[in-house]
């Protein structure tokens, strides 16, 4: 049986190398020059840690990032709202993204691999299952679902970098403020991710170390020693129409295509796993009809739900911006009992593989 994998993203690679494992034959097509992922970070949560094991790199990306570290959730003057080694939480291993992507790209013969190649057909292809991990900007998702409207601003503004260090000793946190937020992940080897969001207008004028200047230490710090140009910033845009189904004829969407979500719950790229593990499986007693049905049944649920739980935890946390209502929200979480005050990060990380 053979697949084509349309984009060579997270999700497309973890396509490949979980399709491969159920016996079939894959290639890649992937428009940029080379395979590789952006300077950034990425938390692979526990429901996602359990993906890569069923990938078989699992002790790589163990290896490779920063295990459980702790950390919680502060205010922008430093102050601890919840510490989330009070709670004992589920293992979240920190990485780099090009780190990440390596791991996956590792175990795929670079027979199956192909850069250069833009697909912008669907017709062009022959296969017997065809994977559309194209992104949020997807062609394969506009050119099935012509009427579903595409992605949409989500009215805030991200920030990413990494700052290379070395750093000691840092904790995980993420820190809310009024109408913005940051985060701090430190990666295995002394580098460190950070990120900020902040509510805008699109395209608007902003300069990162300003607003995070005189927020808790080691915001400012990190920003400071990250080169400029090094840093990437976006627009948040999420696919705020639901998808009717996820698949159409022998075309499976997957990752960004299928559902691109608001990354206020670090849970993005962590479905894209998820997908390809389940997709996989799926696919494994090779009646290409029922296991799309199957791959659908199972996966629109689960991730439209956390399209939609990390979009309100975007409104009520980071968003709110009037002092009172602020006021409010941080006294809600200093008086939440820690493992409540997190569950809102967590609830979806009970999640099981399926074994390939
Ligand atoms: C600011 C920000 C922070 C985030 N933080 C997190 C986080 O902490 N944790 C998390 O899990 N997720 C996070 N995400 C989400 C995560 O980045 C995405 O969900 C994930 O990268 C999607 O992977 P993908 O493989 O589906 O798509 P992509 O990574 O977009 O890959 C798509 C690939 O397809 C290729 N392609 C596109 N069109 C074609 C074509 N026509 N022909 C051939 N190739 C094509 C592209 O070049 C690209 O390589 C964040 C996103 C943003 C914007």
Redesign the pocket.
């Known amino acids: 049986m053979k697949a084509i994998v349309?984009?060579?993203?997270?999700?497309?690679?973890?396509a490949a190398v979980a399709l491969r494992k159920v016996g079939w034959d894959v290639d890649v097509?992937?428009?940029?020059p080379e395979?590789g992922?952006?300077g950034?970070?990425?938390?692979?949560?526990a429901n996602?840690l359990r993906a890569v094991d069923a990938l078989g790199i699992g002790a790589e990306v163990r290896r490779l990032g920063t295990p459980r570290v702790p950390g919680g959730v502060r205010t922008p003057n430093g102050r601890w709202l919840a510490k989330l080694a009070e709670v004992g939480q589920e293992e979240l291993v920190a990485i780099h993204?090009a780190d990440l992507h390596r791991a996956l790209l590792a175990p795929l013969p670079a027979s199956c691999l192909h850069t250069s190649?833009?697909?912008?057909s669907l017709s062009s292809l022959d296969a017997d299952l065809i994977v559309a991990?194209?992104?949020?900007?997807?062609?394969?998702r506009a050119e099935l679902f012509p009427d579903v409207p595409g992605p949409v601003y989500a009215g805030a503004t991200?920030?990413?970098g990494i700052a290379p260090g070395p750093f000691d000793g840092l904790e995980v946190s993420q820190t809310l403020g009024a109408g913005m937020e940051a985060g701090v992940l430190p990666l295995g080897d002394g580098r460190v991710y950070w990120?900020g969001?902040v509510v805008a207008a699109p395209n608007a004028d902003l300069d990162v170390r300003e607003l995070f200047g005189s927020w808790h230490d080691p915001l400012p710090r990190l920003i400071a020693d990250t080169p400029p140009e090094t840093v990437?910033r976006?627009d948040?845009?999420w696919l705020a129409t639901p998808l009717p189904s996820y698949v159409s004829g022998n075309v499976a969407l997957?990752?960004?295509?299928?559902h691109?979500?608001t990354?206020y719950m670090?849970?993005?790229?962590?479905?894209?796993?998820e997908d390809a593990v389940v997709l996989a499986a799926a696919m494994a007693p090779g009646d290409v009809t029922a296991g799309l049905q199957r791959y659908d049944q199972e996966r629109r649920p689960r991730t439209q739900a956390i399209a939609r739980a990390s979009r309100s935890i975007g409104r009520l946390g980071f968003e709110l911006r009037n002092p009172a209502v602020i006021a409010l929200r941080d006294l809600v979480f200093r008086l939440t009992p820690p493992r409540v005050a997190v569950r809102g990060m967590t609830r979806f990380s009970d999640w099981r593989a399926p074994s390939l």
Do not use: K, N
């Not at 950034?40 to 949560?45: C, H, K, L, W, Y």
């Open positions: 349309i984009g060579g993203g997270l999700g497309g690679v973890a097509l992937e428009r940029a395979f992922e952006v950034a970070g990425i938390g692979v949560m996602a993204r190649t833009e697909v912008t991990a194209d992104g949020i900007r997807s062609f394969v991200a920030w990413r990120y969001s990437l976006h948040i845009h997957l990752g960004d295509s299928a691109a979500m990354p670090g849970q993005g790229a962590c479905m894209a796993l």
